[in-house]
DNA sequence: AGACCCCTGGAC
DNA sequence: GTCCAGGGGTCT
């Protein structure tokens, strides 16, 4: 569940920590973490200097020098958070590492999905993934964002979960900006109008800088950097509240499947559009 | 476009 | 015990 916001809030929290710091020693590392190729991963990485903490869409980077970055993808439940070298801090940490001052930076994971890989990049940009993945929403504008959507065939939810269209929305800031722009999350992309599309840039753009400012959204397992809760979940108007009176009109949410996602709407506010 | 897979734990 | 959470890969 980790999004852009969430991803975001981890990179800033962990930057100070991090950058100018030099890896000592990788004392952990879980076999599932280890891809083919990836063998030496602790040599790639003993003696390195983080030079900064960066974030494109939901991967996060530490940027090793200009041409090597280790990329963290968290998935569902993946954590990255700072302990006192020496000491496992939790369950289910799949890696340890250890830096000059003492500190050790630890990866997470309940349920391993979350993947970290040793990048050159020459590598990375022969990961399809990252290659082709679609803008930062926070950077593109109106104008770049219907271009974009404009002629696209499939569902408009469908369009923003896909990391190729645009970079880092999940099914939480989906479900948030189709509400706060009014679209029912089932509609052919192709049916919006210019002004709609205008007004779920916007939306889209309040959303993830609203949800960054908290901090994030913790549901169940996303924390902070440093270990804190976001709280924007307390600040959802579909997410989560199927069945639950909409805030804006108390009509009863609704709950369906758009790309095999849990869709929380509201029929009131979100009407379903024609294809046309 | 949809089904299944990876994995674990909480809800029921 | 079964279902569900969902990001991305893969296969149909």
Same mark, same amino acid.
């Given at each position: 569940?980790?999004?852009?916001?969430? #991803?975001?809030?981890? &990179?800033? /929290? *962990? +930057?100070? !920590? !991090?950058?100018?710091?030099?890896?000592? @020693?990788?004392?952990?590392?879980?076999?599932? *973490? #280890?891809?083919? /190729?990836?063998?030496?991963?602790?040599?790639? !990485?003993? @003696?390195?200097?983080?030079?900064d903490v960066s974030r494109r869409g939901k991967l996060l980077f530490l940027d090793l020098s200009p041409t090597e970055r280790i990329a963290f993808h968290l998935r569902m439940t993946g954590r990255l958070g700072m302990a006192p070298a020496g000491q496992l801090p939790a369950a289910h940490v799949h890696l340890l590492i250890n830096l000059d001052n003492q500190s050790a930076l630890y990866f997470q994971d309940q349920r391993k999905f979350g993947t970290c890989r040793h990048f050159t990049e020459q590598e990375l940009n022969a990961w399809p993934f990252y290659s082709r993945m679609g803008p930062e929403p926070l950077s593109i504008g109106a104008e770049e964002f219907s271009e974009r959507l404009a002629g696209k065939r499939g569902r408009i939810k469908a369009l923003l979960l896909n990391q190729? #269209?645009? &970079? @880092?929305?999940?099914?939480?800031? &989906?479900?948030?900006?189709?509400? +706060?722009? &009014?679209?029912h999350p089932a509609t052919p992309a192709a049916a919006l109008s210019r002004s709609r599309i205008t007004k779920l840039h916007h939306a889209m753009q309040d959303v993830l800088r609203d949800a960054i400012t908290a901090g994030g959204s913790s549901i169940r397992d996303y924390r902070t950097a440093a270990g804190l809760v976001g709280t924007f979940q307390n600040a959802f108007q579909v997410y989560g509240r199927k069945h639950q009176p909409c805030l804006r009109c108390a009509e009863a949410l609704r709950i369906t499947k758009v790309a095999g996602r849990t869709t929380c709407y509201c029929p009131g506010c979100q009407p379903e559009i024609e294809a046309g």
């Open positions: 569940m980790p999004e852009l916001p969430e #991803v975001e809030t981890i &990179a800033q /929290g *962990l +930057r100070p !920590l !991090l950058t100018h710091r030099t890896i000592t @020693g990788i004392p952990h590392l879980a076999p599932h *973490l #280890v891809r083919q /190729g990836q063998t030496s991963l602790t040599e790639k !990485l003993i @003696g390195q200097q983080i030079q190729e #269209v645009i &970079a @880092g929305i999940g099914n939480i800031y &989906a479900d948030e900006s189709l509400f +706060r722009a &009014a679209i």
